[in-house]
Nanobody
Framework: QVQLVESGGGLVQAGGSLRLSCAAS????????MGWHRQAPGKQREWVAS???????NYADSVKGRITISRDSAKNTVYLQMNSLNPENTATYYC???????????????WGQGTQVTVAS
């Protein structure tokens, strides 16, 4: 069983920054591939960024250059630094623990509860 707890969301003005955190616990390797997804109201959940077990990172084209994913393996925590936010980034952001048998990120059924990000214009 894997537990994921996201935090760091909130209300921010356009152009501002936020850093989201995802603390993992339970049956999860501290270098497990991890990913961030988001879901805006009325839209499908979409992948945003991911980090492999070897710390290679990948980003959706829509966020490249403005978002950075990183991890602190000692804390078993993954971060999502978001800069230059705009109202289109408003969504609930979810952390996912990738499939344990894959060093590259592959979404699994292990999701956190999500953290709300609201960007005001």
């Amino acid at each position: 069983q894997v537990q994921l707890v996201e935090s760091g969301g909130g209300l921010v003005q356009a152009g501002g920054s936020l850093r989201l955190s995802c603390a993992a616990s339970g049956k999860i390797f501290r270098f497990n591939a991890m990913g961030w997804h988001r879901q805006a109201p009325g839209k499908q959940r979409e992948w945003v960024a991911s980090i492999s077990s070897g710390d290679s990172t990948n980003y959706a084209d829509s966020v490249k250059g403005r978002i950075t994913i990183s991890r602190d393996s000692a804390k078993n925590t993954v971060y999502l630094q978001m800069n230059s936010l705009n109202p289109e980034n408003t969504a609930t952001y979810y952390c996912n623990a990738g499939a344990s048998n894959n060093s590259d990120y592959e979404p699994s059924s292990s999701w956190g509860q999500g953290t709300q990000v609201t960007v005001a214009s």
